[in-house]
């Protein structure tokens, strides 16, 4: 019985664990105005998440040129239409970083 106890507890506290990064990810996705112009499947102003991903599959410095994208915008690369650039005071450096990885591997 006590086993059986201390596995479940285990488990749960692992289970939050493995959540938690990705829940972090997607919250930072939202706080910092992501949704406005991105969904996770169809275009909307921006690209989908998913489109995102697929673009990127594989490529080594696919989180430093994203990361870069937001932290200074552009335009071009999907479209006309801009991405402002998104400075530190509306995600930080650390959010980016993991929150780009989430997208990466959606």
Not at 14 to 27: F, G, K, N, R
Not at 60 to 89: F, Q, T, Y
Request: charge should be positive; proline fraction near 7%.
């Amino acid at each position: 019985m006590i086993r059986t106890i201390a596995f479940f507890g285990i488990t749960c506290g692992l289970a939050l664990v493995v959540a938690t990064p990705v829940q972090a990810s997607e919250d930072n996705f939202k706080k910092a105005g992501c949704v406005a112009c991105h969904t996770p499947d169809k275009k909307l102003v921006g690209p989908s998440l998913k489109d995102i991903a697929a673009k990127y599959k594989g490529q080594a410095d696919a989180v430093a040129k994203l990361s870069e994208k937001v932290r200074k915008g552009g335009s071009g690369v999907w479209g006309p239409i801009p991405m402002p650039p998104n400075g530190a005071d509306k995600i930080s450096d650390a959010d980016l970083k993991s929150t780009v990885e989430w997208i990466l591997n959606r």
